[in-house]
């Protein structure tokens, strides 16, 4: 007696076997490529048609040819193994960490100086790893890192945050440069002193933003007042369309200045020559301690760990 379509449940040794009788029109070599002797073979096709209510295969001289029911069996059935080896394949590709979703953030200097390239590095054989990267200030990295929202961050710690909950690992910090386009009346000078830009017009990030401060600290610390003609903006995008309009002057992390600067980008800009090197207080890449990394996020906290051992490197000879 067949059962009631909501109990038929076919195993998936019991589909490929089928699949494969349906592909070689032959009850042995089906056995044989699903691993089986034939009188084994024989026993589960007599199990299957038996739990379905009908034959499957027709006996014909020149092979097994499926019936109508066996048709539409086998329709299902191929899809059922595929999704299967899609979902085996997925499993592995997660576990080799060349698989899965992603989502990392970081402020604008290591986004540039190292993210990309590790990101870059990653996808030469994870190309349909899902990674997503946002680029914010570490107050809202921190945020996000602590809801769960992110894999890991590249931030700086703020005393709101508890850093017991996080893994810590130090990075590197820093190095601010003063940003201009490359016709600014100051954009040839060997060298600008803090008085000549005292009295430039300027373009910020808001006022707390590590950048902006070590900046204005800089003026502080040779003892003339901060700059008073500011235009305030977190957007990247803004601040280079301001700049490229203006004789405006925009502090921002060395790695992102280089990077306008040089080819391929070279978008017009220049970096004026300060006497003081004013540098932003350090970095670490952050994670969750209660939030295991996936084999994917490993792979490129270890890639990002690696660049950063390796420009330490390089800056230290």
Known sequence: MALPPARLMLKPAQLRLIQQIAESGQLQLAAERVGMTQPAAS???????????????LRQPKGMEPTEIGRAVL???????????SMA?????????????????AVTGPAVSYLVSAIREIKQDAREADITVDVMPSRELLRHLAAGEMD??????????????????????????FLVRASHPLGRSASVTLTELAGQEWIMQQRGAPIREAALAAFAGVGLSEPTNIVN?????LTIAYLAQ???????SEEVAELLIRPPVGAGFTMLQVPHEIRVSPYYLLDLKRRPLS????????KLVALSKSAVREAFG
Do not use: C, T
């Open 233 to 237: 903006s977190p957007s990247l995008l």
């Open 75 to 85: 329709r299902r059935a191929r899809v059922v193994l595929r999704e299967m080896f």
């Open 152 to 177: 890991f961050v590249l931030a700086r710690i703020l005393p709101e945050f508890d850093s017991q909950d996080f893994n810590i690992l130090p990075m590197r910090d820093e190095k601010v440069a």
């Open 89 to 105: 394949a997925d499993v592995q590709a997660l576990r080799e960490g060349v698989g899965g979703a992603l989502r990392v953030g």
């Open 43 to 57: 026993r589960m096709l007599a199990e299957i048609e038996n739990q379905i209510g009908a034959q499957l295969f």
């Open 295 to 302: 084999p994917l996020a490993m792979r490129l906290r270890e």
């Open 246 to 252: 203006s004789d405006a002057v925009a502090p921002m």
